[in-house]
């Protein structure tokens, strides 16, 4: 079955960077790209970026753009999000999900994974 | 950057209502909007692509409609476990952008 499973609980100073994973199972991993979105607490969804994992092309956000880079390891399935100069506002539960375009059957999304971001 | 702006931010209904919710963007983008629900605690699920496809497994009470720069979610008979919230988000331009959300509550 498709699965997408992100690392766990990460706690982090202001200033510092943060790396999250996303492993991918249970499908071709070069056939969908992979977005990143986020949830400040209390807060709706905000759009981080997108990576193609076939050629690794990457779009990501203007107000992360500069701190944010995604990469993929298509060795092991996996996509990383790391995000630096953290900020309290960087605080968020942090999601990758499969992006389908166009595909009604394709809807899948990690577990997420809580950032905090706190001296 | 395109602007999504989503309303109501919060609505009050029934079971077996009918709701709608309305995303206007900021400008034309043709119909590449999705619709997704969350519960809280749980990550969003989409419910339309597309502007009006539904998502295989979605209850055919929900229905997209729109192009252009207005769209709506029809939820037709408003479900105990419709209560949630719901976002749209174009992905037409660059840069891809969610609306405020629209927390569906019990009345």
């Known amino acids: 079955q498709v699965q997408l499973v992100q690392s766990g609980t990460e706690v982090k100073k202001p200033g510092a960077s943060v790396k999250v994973s996303c492993k991918a199972s249970g499908y071709t991993f070069i056939d969908f790209a992979i977005i990143w979105v986020r949830q400040a607490p209390g807060q709706g969804l905000e759009w981080m970026g997108r990576?193609?994992?076939?050629?690794?092309?990457?779009d990501y956000a203007q107000n992360v753009q500069g701190r944010v880079t995604m990469t993929t390891d298509t060795s092991t399935n996996t996509v990383y999000m790391e995000l630096r100069s953290l900020r309290s506002d960087d605080t968020a539960v942090y999601y990758c999900?499969?992006?389908?375009?166009?595909?009604?059957?394709?809807?899948?999304w990690g577990q997420g994974t809580l950032v905090t971001v706190s001296s | 950057d395109i602007q999504m702006t989503q309303s109501p931010s919060s609505l009050s209904a029934s079971e077996g209502d009918r709701v709608t919710i309305t995303c206007r963007a900021s400008?034309?983008?043709?119909?590449?909007v999705a619709w997704f629900q969350q519960k809280p605690g749980k990550a969003p699920k989409r419910l339309i692509f597309a502007a009006s496809s539904l998502q295989s497994g979605v209850p055919s009470r929900f229905s997209g409609r729109g192009s252009g720069t207005e769209f709506t979610l029809t939820i037709s008979s408003l479900q105990p476990d419709d209560f949630a919230t719901y976002y749209c988000?174009?992905?037409?331009?660059?840069?891809?952008?969610f609306g405020q959300g629209t927390k569906v509550e019990i009345k």
């Open positions: 400008r034309v983008i043709r119909n590449d």
């Open positions: 988000l174009q992905y037409n331009s660059y840069f891809w952008t």
């Open positions: 990576i193609s994992t076939y050629n690794s092309k990457t």
């Open positions: 999900a499969i992006w389908a375009a166009e595909d009604a059957y394709f809807d899948y």
